[in-house]
DNA sequence: TGCTACTGACTGACCGGTCAGTTATTTTCT
DNA sequence: AGAAAATAACTGACCGGTCAGTCAGTAGCA
């Protein structure tokens, strides 16, 4: 299931490769079961090696998810940069840019089932929310506002709040995300993010309403 | 705590009052330490009673958790019926009363509390996640989509795609929560509902760009 | 022989659910 | 009225099961 390049070792001696593939067995088991129902016996069992095994690689089963989240995190702030590196001229261009990249990141279940068990388990484990507040959203979200802040500054983007609308930008994907997979209520047309993307940028761009009239400031 | 009326019940003796006690303990214990890591006892003992008591109103744990979201439900298919008579003809001013109604509801942490036991418990808990989204989203989401659908039939909204555009519109205030609830992220400003309201209005209203040129469909 | 990788039976703690028994309240009887 | 019986409300020790984490021992390898 991990890796096919091993023809047949019946006893494996790999120490290298079992984190990982502890790892693996833990995200799949913890997405499908949650983390409270899931025992380490079966975390072991799926990635093929004995309980005790675990232990030698991880001194508890929280370090286990401490270490799932960890090999999540670490590829994000590469793409933080990304992100700023995308930024363009174009204002227009650039956020369809990030929704690709966020569409593409979203898109792949290994990826979305971690914040997934993050969220869920934010009660029972304060820190590997702070931790992965700290290694994703405090590189990801600065980073986005500032391409916010950037189209006002050169005057293609309305003077609008820069924190409060990257809410309005990225939200839409999260609820979309959300009740398909905790509620699985999913359009008529299918659970198509590049529709979301599409229809929410075209509201961006246009707004809702037909008549541009009414000053609405509060 | 509910009932000052008689001065001093050292033993209280009011099997009526119990279940609403229980699920008040329930909901307050679940929401800070969630489902798995609250004991029945500990339930019992906040809601000031014993184990043995608790499974005369509850056939078991499960049944408490159940037992709350149906409270918390049944209110809500009137307020869906609310959603429905606050349509005006005026579209931008039905928008407003959809989130002013939006933000009452869930500016209440007892009201926002059971939809966040519910997320966190849905893997573990797939029936109550279904009876979540019957008497919940089955109602609003589609009373939701007819005010859209309505606008647009009466020539003041764009022609969007309903269902999605209803994810662009609710979805920033999701995510404003989720970030605040879960990561303890919140704006400069402040966690304003308000403020945040008021500028995606703004977004919806105007779109984000300064210029209207640019024809983007797909 | 010595070392690394691994095993799985075991322990101690926790917890959902039960139930025999206790305490308060109400009803019935005198 | 008060005593006695019946009933409703409640208690908490206990049982069975699960599970995270330990450890004495085994298996392959140099």
Same mark, same amino acid.
């Given at each position: 299931m991990t890796d096919p390049d091993s023809p047949e070792p019946k006893f494996r001696r790999r120490a290298e490769a079992r984190p990982d593939e502890? $790892?693996?067995a833990a995200l799949s088991l913890f997405d499908e079961k949650g983390y409270a129902h899931t025992s380490v016996a079966q975390i072991a069992k799926t990635a093929g090696l004995s309980k005790g095994a675990v232990y030698l690689y991880f001194p508890s089963k929280q370090a286990i998810l401490?270490? $799932?989240v960890r090999r999540a995190v670490s590829p994000i702030a590469t793409r933080a940069q990304a992100l700023v590196d995308l930024t363009s001229d174009d204002a227009r261009a650039t956020l369809r840019a990030l929704f690709s990249l966020i569409a593409t990141s979203l898109g792949d279940p290994k990826v979305l089932a971690v914040p997934k068990v993050v969220i869920r388990e934010?009660?029972?484990? %304060?820190e590997i929310a702070a931790m992965y507040r700290?290694?994703?959203f405090d590189h990801v979200l600065p980073a986005a506002t500032e391409i916010i802040r950037q189209g006002i500054a050169s005057g293609q983007l309305r003077p609008v709040d820069p924190e409060l609308t990257l809410r309005s930008i990225i939200g %839409?994907?999260?609820v979309h995300l959300l009740l398909a997979e905790i509620f699985d209520i999913v359009p008529e047309n299918g659970l198509s993010l590049d529709q979301l993307i599409e229809n929410h940028l075209d509201i961006l761009f246009h707004g809702v309403f037909l008549s541009p009239e009414g000053s609405t400031d509060a």
């Open positions: 502890v $790892l693996d401490e270490g $799932l934010a009660v029972v484990a %304060p700290r290694e994703v %839409p994907i999260v």
